[in-house]
């Protein structure tokens, strides 16, 4: 039988939808709406929704159990010879990119290796309920991939700020010189705001963990299906309440969407940082040659391009986010066909991000830290005034009268070219009659750092607190001999990327 322009998989498989259609659509109508090279990296979570669905069908007795037996074995042939990219008898074996999409090429496929029990792996459901499922599958598996890496990103940020305890860095407001904190402070700033990103992420997969299966089109199904046995064997923690909102929701993606726009702004923030603290005029960090590149140009050039490309993707990934937006402000419920535009915005966003991640990660622990120049950029810009205005107010002046008299110090050195340390005491005494000699000994970056021990502060003792937390977190987190079947996603998109 000559293949038509419906036909989506191997010969004699139209379109799941044909039969009300006499003709196939014209040929540029099928490049226009295949969804294929977007959805085939979610075959094996397709195959999994279905293998459910069979033993769920064969429960409601819809099915035979031979029938759901020779269903499920068929499903996990599929699955093996798609990871191995070969069929049983070593025949080359991929996803037909000519498919509508991953599911009428698994259904297809199904059909062709078991004949008619293939034809009931659909009893019940719709394409509407089985790509939320999909999606729902996928994500939560993605999303328990983020955030292992995450997990290492704190890891390798928690050992540097264990190192650094006190590695003097001063600290900036408004890109000034502010006051001394230590690179551990600095460090540990970052690694909370991943630690953010990590929980938001686990707060989103509550909200993911729903199964969707059994919603039908938008209105169930008549048959006896079984919502909370199929979501049990997928591992859901229940099933979504409503049918006619569950096929119209795609709030998983654009929540998710927004945490990884979040997640990506702070790479971002770090990166900018890197940047400039890896010029000449910084010289604070030395980025690995591994994670630098050079000019084609100016032979002695070392430039941060990964931090940033990392900071120039961020627009991509908020651009992937407003789309998903964009793409549901408008639609009425249940399922409209713009729908199927989430995937792309979606993946793209994700694979930006946890790239980001991985590379920053590795960038961050390659790179070598300037120590004696970071303590150096403590020497100069006046960021122990605040600490002169405290001396006072432990001596009982007022805090707006203290700051009053250190910011008239400051101008007194910056008219004599010295540094509060090195103003002579009578300037001290003429600016206030509460000053001691013990000033100077109070003023030093690594006292104005120490002094701070309150909750969250610079000083060692307050960030040992933080890095015990932190150091908790990673151990409370981390995966030890993660199985195999984890690294599937990568597999498969790795097999058709050769």
Known sequence: ???????????????????????????????????????????????????????????????????????????????????????????????????????????????????????KVHTGRSRNDQIALDERLYLKHQINILKKELVGLIDVLVKIAAENKNTLIPGFTHMQHAQPVTLAHHVCAWAWMFYRDFDRLTDAFKRVDLSPIGSGALATSGLPLNREYEAELLGFNGVTPNSLDTVSDRDYYLEVASDLSMLQMHLSRACEEIVYWSTVEFNFIDLSEKWSTGSSIMPQKKNPDFAELIRGKTGRVYGDMVALFTMMKGLPLSYDRDMQEDKASFFEAYDTVISSVRIFTEMVRTAKWNKDIMAKGCDGGYLNATDVADYLVRKGLPFRTAHGVSAGLVRIGIETNKKLEELDFSEYEKASPLFEKDIYDLITPKNCVEIRTATGGPASSAVQKQIDSLEAFVKSNTVKNASDDDNWDLIFENYYKK
């Open 1 to 119: 039988m000559e293949k038509s322009h419906g036909t989506i998989t191997t010969d004699n498989h139209a379109a799941l939808w044909h039969g009300r259609f006499l003709e196939g659509p014209d040929a540029a109508a099928v490049s226009f709406e295949t969804s294929i090279n977007d959805d085939m990296r979610m075959a094996m979570v397709d195959i999994e929704g279905s293998v459910a669905h069979a033993k769920m069908l064969a429960k409601q007795k819809l099915i035979s159990k031979d029938e759901a037996d020779a269903i499920v074995k068929g499903l996990e042939s599929i699955k093996e010879d798609l990871l191995r990219g070969k069929d049983k008898d070593g025949n080359p074996f991929k996803v037909d990119l000519s498919a509508e999409d991953i599911h009428s090429f698994i259904e297809a496929t199904l059909t062709d290796r078991v004949g008619e029990p293939g034809k």
